[in-house]
């Protein structure tokens, strides 16, 4: 399956950024799909990036043959592991050759991943379309395997509808936390106690030395943001889930940009830089916020 989200002017030029979508079954049908989109990028002078788990890169790697050296290979695990991240990498592809076409071949819901990975793949689908609607140059195709289970046909469905549906998910709590979660009220003079809490708590979990700090300024920087916008107070929870050290912080404070996080703040604007850092230096980070309360989730794997 191919549903092309984008349509073209009158005169032939994309009108928008395009955002399609296929399903494979297997490697040939994925081989099928992905170097017809590679090779027609190539051949038309475009900057091709491939953003992919391992195991597809090695498809499409000896598929390509010699072509496979003019494509910028990129492993998806890593720069989106925390596909909150993904907006930023694409943007900073962009603007690195401003005016050149730019074509991209992704798999971030890759297989493997958590429950709470998978939906945040799929809002950050849904994103993707608020965030590059003005980039005539840049189309991107997302490759889904079938074994996943995720129909992409929702956050692939034309740009007219991505913002009312990721506007839905965003101000949508995330599940409950959990009975077995420990709890901490916090304040202004709590910020110091917390920390070195979290601290325990992830040290006695095995969360390394480099891990447990990225951690602990994550966390300060989410909490301080609670302390500042929402209201002046916060509560925190920690649990462990699917290998990982999960903080999630709760506040009354409400978020207007659904792309807080996803693009890097003015250094004298007020707010979004702590979202932005967490983004950077956890696994996974969820956020949600409505009328009446914000929701950062805080993943950290176990190692």
Known sequence: MLKDSATDSLHGAPAGFKHDAFVHGTDEEFVLRAVAFVREGLAAGERVVAVLPPERTAVLRDALASEYSEVTVVDATVAGGNPARLIPFWRGILEQEPGRPV?????AA?????TAE???????????DIAFAADRSFQLCCAYEASVGIDPTSTHA????????ADKSFRTALDDVPDRAERWEFGPDELGQVRQWVGGQAS???????????????????????????????ALAVWIADRSLICDVTDRGRIDDLLVGRVLPPLDGLGGRGVWLANQLCDLVQLRSGDDFTQVRLSTRLR
């Open 103 to 107: 074509r991209g071949l992704g798999e």
């Open 110 to 114: 890759y297989p493997g991943r958590s």
């Open 118 to 128: 998978y939906d945040e793949v799929l809002l950050h689908e849904a994103l993707s």
């Open 158 to 165: 034309g740009q007219s509808g991505m913002e009312a549906l």
């Open 204 to 234: 006695s979990h095995g969360v390394s030395r480099d891990r447990l700090e990225d951690l602990a300024l994550a966390l300060h920087e989410i909490c301080t943001n609670s302390i500042r916008f929402g209201g002046g107070r916060g």
